[in-house]
């Protein structure tokens, strides 16, 4: 069966990094184009940055834009988001999905993510 397994999420303070993970198994990952995307409690899911199956086409969202980087290594099935100069309006539970559209693919458990001093 599908799944995604996300890691890497912690508390950590302002300015800080992190590196979330997300394995994945059960599906064709090398031809998948990955996404991850954050909730912050009260909020709706947003999406935070995509790559496509061969890192040719990568886009993130405005208010992770300089800071978070997306990658793969289809050698692992695995997809990367580094995290860097993090504020607490990151602080979210992010997930890994498979393709773009949120009403289609997969969806990981979650890895939360505290930005707090």
């Known amino acids: 069966q599908v799944q995604l397994v996300e890691s890497g999420g912690g508390l950590v303070q302002p300015g800080g990094s992190l590196r979330l993970s997300c394995r994945a198994s059960g599906f064709t990952f090398s031809i998948t184009g990955m996404t991850w995307y954050r909730q912050a409690p009260g909020k709706g899911r947003e999406l935070v940055a995509g790559?496509?199956?061969?890192?040719?086409?990568?886009s993130y969202s405005d208010a992770v834009k300089g800071r978070f980087t997306i990658s793969r290594d289809n050698a692992e099935n695995t997809v990367f988001l580094q995290m860097n100069s993090l504020k607490p309006e990151d602080t979210a539970v992010y997930y890994c999905h498979s393709g773009w559209a949120p009403n289609v693919g997969y969806w990981g458990q979650g890895t939360q993510v505290t930005v707090s001093s």
């Open positions: 790559i496509n199956n061969i890192a040719s086409r990568i």
